[in-house]
């Protein structure tokens, strides 16, 4: 396998990859805040109609963007309603967003566009286009440094620049601030917490806040960077991977990467292996390759995790003590 080959499998991997990130990302903030979140599909899935609807009718990819996380942002402060405020079932409300999402987005789609509840194809302003780093075509004859930075690390949208910086931002948050040791404090022992004079509830929202605006940038880019307008289904479970790799990642941002990073690569593997003929069985069927992921994700996660605890206080409601 030659060098352009590796970096092509590897381009795909990073572009794969990266609304896997931040929506593990988004996953991180709430559950180390003690809300057990399985609405990221959801979200994600609002926030990509959105964004394509919008940056179709405005002819603006950054208008689409905000839309994108402004709905995503909404449907995250509905389902900490009902989970944190009204003390509901967090998996369950989590299932309703999912399920919401799935709907009011093909109703929406064909009801506006009546494209089959697509969003028409988007014009050149209304998505975003690959950066070029500074110097990546003067670089891009060097031996091997060259490759990689001018394909590489060069060429891609800057909502994949924003994820892999919200890792250290992440980490950095996460165990070198107050809000962070409170955060994780809330999903650990919120009465603990509670005790201490700071609000649980107030701690959890602002977690879902973050949550709901980087499921927003997860959303927008498969609509209005990676694709060119919404389609049905279009997240196609990526959400529920990404809540997976958060938990073979236990909760940590670095490791988050590395795991959405493996995944990315997965699909990006069975795309490169489409129509690929094994010596005995022959072409192996489409199919079956494009299940690649999703089959090692839980062959990953039911073999090679290990032991996996979350937060302690994850997925109960707090009801303050009088």
Known sequence: MDLAVILSVLDATIRLS?????????????????IF??????????????????????????????????????????????????????????????????GMTTFLGQTWFSQGG??????????????????????????????IY???????YILVYVAFIMVAVTAFVLYRTRFGLRLRAVGENPKAVDTAGISVVKQRYQAII???????????????????????????????????ALIFAKWKPVPAMFTCLLFGF????????????????GVVPVQAIQALPYVLTVVL??????KAVGPKAGGVPYTKER
């Open 118 to 147: 697509r969003t028409p194809a988007l014009s050149e302003g209304g998505r975003f286009s690959p950066i070029t780093l500074p110097f990546a075509n003067e670089l891009s004859g060097v031996p091997i440094l060259g490759p």
């Open 18 to 34: 990266t609304p896997l990130l931040l929506a593990c990302l988004a996953g991180l903030y709430s559950e180390r805040a003690g």
């Open 37 to 102: 979140d399985i609405g990221l599909e959801g979200k994600m899935l609002a926030a990509a109609f959105a964004a394509g609807a919008v940056a179709a009718i405005s002819g603006s990819a950054w208008l689409g963007l905000l839309a994108g996380m402004a709905v995503s942002l909404s449907t995250t402060l509905l389902q900490g309603a009902a989970a944190i405020t009204l003390k509901g079932n967090q998996l369950i409300a989590g299932v309703a967003i999912n399920m919401l999402a799935a």
């Open 301 to 306: 996660l039911a073999g090679f995790i290990g």
């Open 266 to 281: 997965l699909d990006a593997l069975q795309i490169r292996l489409q129509n690929f003929e094994l010596p005995v069985i």
């Open 210 to 244: 973050i949550t709901g605006l980087l499921c927003g940038l997860a959303g927008a880019y498969f609509s209005i960077a990676q694709g060119s307008g919404f389609g049905n289904n279009m997240t196609a479970g990526k959400g529920y991977i990404a809540l997976a």
């Open 150 to 156: 001018s394909e590489l690390i060069s060429g891609h």
